[in-house]
C-alpha cells in the first residue's frame, strides 16, 4: 500500500536540530492564512482611517477612547491570522483576548470578521476534543449573554447580546462543525474506497493463486502416469537385451505418449475455455475407471477395480477419478509385487475410494517423484470438504478418500510418507 502525507494542516509541528537538542520550530504558516491576516489588517486599517467604528466615544463600554487604540487588537487578531492551521487553539484564546480588549475601545468591524474566522478555523483543523467542546461553550455564551443581562437589567433589547454573540462566535463553530463533519465523512469514504480496492486486489490475487493451483493439479494427475509409465518401460527396454521386450515395451511407450498428448490437449482446452471454471466436456468421469485402470494393468500393475455407485456430481467424479489415477501412478513407482485393489463404493451420501497396494519399506522407486502427488489428492478432497488418508498399513499402502456428494465440513486429513 502507498504512503500518504498528511495535509500541511494536520501534519504536526515540524522539529529543528539546534546546537545538538531538539526543539520545536515555529510552523510554516499556509499561505492562504498569510493572506487573510494582511487583507484583514488592511481592511481595518482602512475603517480606521475613514473613522469608522461601531462605537463612539461617549458610549459607557469605551474605557480606552484613544484613537488609536483599536488598532492594538487589530493587529493581535491578524496575528492569529497565520496560526489557525497549525496552531488553532493558540490563535483562538490570543483572539478572544484581543476581542475582549476591542470591545473597550471604539473596536473595529475588521477585528470582529477576523475573530469568526479564528472560531470557524479551531473546530475545523483543532482536535476533535475542540471541536465538540467549542460549538458546545459558544452555544452556552448566547444563551447566557441574552438570558442573563435581561434579567438583570429587566430590559427586552438585552437580548440583543446574545444574538451578536451567537453571531461572533456560536454561528462560525456551527459552521466549522458542519464542515468538519462533511470533510471527515469524505475522507472515511475515502478510506473505505481504498479498502474495498485493496479487499479486491487480495481476491484477484487469491483467484489467480486457486486456479494456478488447480491447473498445477491437472497437469501432475493427467501427466504424470503416462511419464512414469514411459520412463519405467523405457528403462526396461533399454536394460533388457531381448527384441520382443522391446517391443511390448515400445508399444507401451507409444500407447502413454499418444495418451498423454490427447490429456495435454484437453488442458490447453481448459486453458482456453471462455467460460471461467466450467470444465470442457472431456472431463473424465467415473466411467472412465475401467479403462484407467486397464491401462494401468498394461503398464505392468495387477490391478482389481471394484466399482459400485449412483449418480455423482462432476466435481466429485473429477475427484475421485484424480485420486484413482495417481494412487496408481505411485503404485507403478513404488509398489512391490502383488495385487493392487481399487475400491469406489457410495454409502450414506459420501463417495468412499481407496486404492491399496503392496508396500515394502526400503524399496527404490522404478521413477523418481516430486511428493506432489499426496498434496494434489489432499487438497481435492479438501476443497470438497471430505477427508483423505494416506499411509502404510500392515504390508500395503492405503490410499482412502471420503468425498461428500454435498458440500460439508471437512474431515481432518492425514498423510503418510511422500510419494
Known amino acids: 500500500m502507498q504512503s500518504r502525507t498528511l495535509p500541511r494542516e494536520h501534519a ?23 493572506r487573510i491576516a494582511v487583507g484583514g489588517l488592511l481592511g481595518g486599517v482602512l475603517l480606521w482611517t475613514l473613522g469608522l467604528h461601531p462605537r463612539v466615544p461617549t458610549d459607557p463600554l469605551v474605557l480606552w477612547a484613544a484613537p488609536w487604540a483599536p488598532l492594538v487588537p487589530l493587529a493581535a487578531t491578524a496575528a492569529c491570522e497565520p496560526l489557525r492551521r497549525t496552531r488553532p487553539r493558540i490563535g483562538l484564546l490570543v483572539g478572544t483576548l484581543a476581542l475582549t480588549l476591542d470591545t473597550v475601545t471604539l473596536g473595529s468591524i475588521a477585528t470582529v470578521v477576523l475573530y469568526t474566522d479564528l472560531v470557524y478555523a479551531a473546530v475545523l483543523y483543532g482536535t476533535p476534543a475542540a471541536a465538540r467542546r467549542i460549538p458546545w461553550i459558544t452555544g452556552m455564551l448566547t444563551v447566557l449573554g441574552g438570558v442573563v443581562p435581561a434579567a438583570l437589567w429587566r430590559d427586552p433589547q438585552a437580548l440583543l447580546i446574545g444574538v451578536g454573540i451567537g453571531v461572533v462566535a456560536l454561528a462560525p463553530a456551527a459552521t466549522g462543525s458542519l464542515v468538519r463533519d462533511h470533510r471527515d465523512a469524505a475522507e472515511a469514504a475515502r478510506l473505505r474506497a481504498e479498502q474495498t480496492a485493496l479487499l479486491a486486489e487480495m481476491d484477484r490475487t487469491q483467484a489467480v493463486t486457486a486456479e494456478r493451483a488447480r491447473m498445477a493439479r491437472e497437469l501432475h494427475d493427467m501427466v ?75 503398464n505392468g500393475l495387477d490391478v482389481r477395480l471394484d466399482a459400485g455407485h449412483g449418480r455423482v456430481p462432476a466435481p466429485v467424479e473429477l475427484a475421485a477419478y484424480r485420486i484413482v489415477q495417481e494412487s496408481l501412478t505411485n503404485a507403478l513407482k513404488h509398489a512391490a509385487p502383488g ?3 481399487v475400491t469406489v463404493r ?26 506432489s502427488g ?9 476443497l470438497l470438504g471430505g477427508g483423505f488418508l494416506a499411509g502404510p498399513e500392515n504390508g500395503v499402502w492405503a490410499v482412502r478418500a471420503r468425498l461428500p456428494l454435498t458440500k460439508g465440513t471437512a474431515d481432518e486429513t492425514t498423510e503418510g510418507e511422500p510419494s
Open 12 to 34: 504536526g509541528p515540524p522539529r529543528a536540530v539546534l546546537d545538538g537538542d531538539m526543539a520545536l520550530a515555529l510552523p510554516r504558516p499556509h499561505r492562504d492564512d498569510v
Open 224 to 298: 504424470a502416469n503416462h511419464l512414469s509409465a514411459i520412463a519405467i518401460h523405457s528403462t526396461a527396454a533399454l536394460s533388457l537385451d531381448e527384441p520382443r521386450t522391446s517391443r511390448d515395451a515400445l508399444a507401451v511407450i507409444r500407447e502413454n505418449s499418444v495418451a498423454g498428448l490427447a490429456e495435454m490437449r484437453r488442458l490447453i482446452g481448459i486453458l482456453r475455455d471462455s467460460g471461467g471454471d466450467l470444465e470442457p466436456a472431456a472431463t473424465p468421469t467415473l466411467d472412465g475407471l475401467a479403462a484407467l485402470v486397464g491401462g494401468a494393468r498394461a
Open 339 to 341: 495385487p493392487v485393489g
Open 346 to 371: 457410495q454409502a450414506d451420501g459420501t463417495l468412499h475410494v481407496e486404492v491399496t497396494s503392496p508396500y515394502r519399506p526400503g524399496d527404490t522407486p522404478r521413477a523418481p517423484g516430486s511428493g
Open 374 to 382: 499426496l498434496t494434489g489428492m489432499r487438497e481435492r478432497a479438501g
